[in-house]
Nanobody
Framework: QVQLVESGGGLVYTGASLRLSCTVSGRPLSSYAWGWSRQAPGQEREFVAAITWAGAGYYADSVKDRFTIFKDNAKNMIYLQMSDLKPEDTAVYYC????????????????WGQGTQVTVSS
């Protein structure tokens, strides 16, 4: 059984940095794509970032140059380093996995976590 558990969310102020972590158990990270999405109250889920099995990252325009996705295959963990946070980044952030980054961009997940709340206050 594959499980994804997010951590690292919290309350920060505009301009701050935060690192989210996702612990994956039940399968190795290799040969799979992993990513992050988010959902703000009253809004649809939004693609944030994805990383290929080879380590190439893809980002939504709204977070490009501020967020970085990376992974540690040895630890079976996925990370989202967020900097220059803005109030509009406030959302529940979800870790997810799928067969390709294209599928993750289209919300076609095979695995997903329960989410971690990120609140950015001005």
């Amino acid at each position: 059984q594959v499980q994804l558990v997010e951590s690292g969310g919290g309350l920060v102020y505009t301009g701050a940095s935060l690192r989210l972590s996702c612990t994956v158990s039940g399968r190795p990270l290799s040969s799979y794509a992993w990513g992050w999405s988010r959902q703000a109250p009253g809004q649809e889920r939004e693609f944030v970032a994805a990383i290929t099995w080879a380590g190439a990252g893809y980002y939504a325009d709204s977070v490009k140059d501020r967020f970085t996705i990376f992974k540690d295959n040895a630890k079976n963990m996925i990370y989202l380093q967020m900097s220059d946070l803005k109030p509009e980044d406030t959302a529940v952030y979800y870790c997810n996995g799928g067969g390709s980054t294209t599928k993750l961009r289209n919300y076609q997940y095979d695995y997903w976590g329960q989410g971690t709340q990120v609140t950015v206050s001005s």
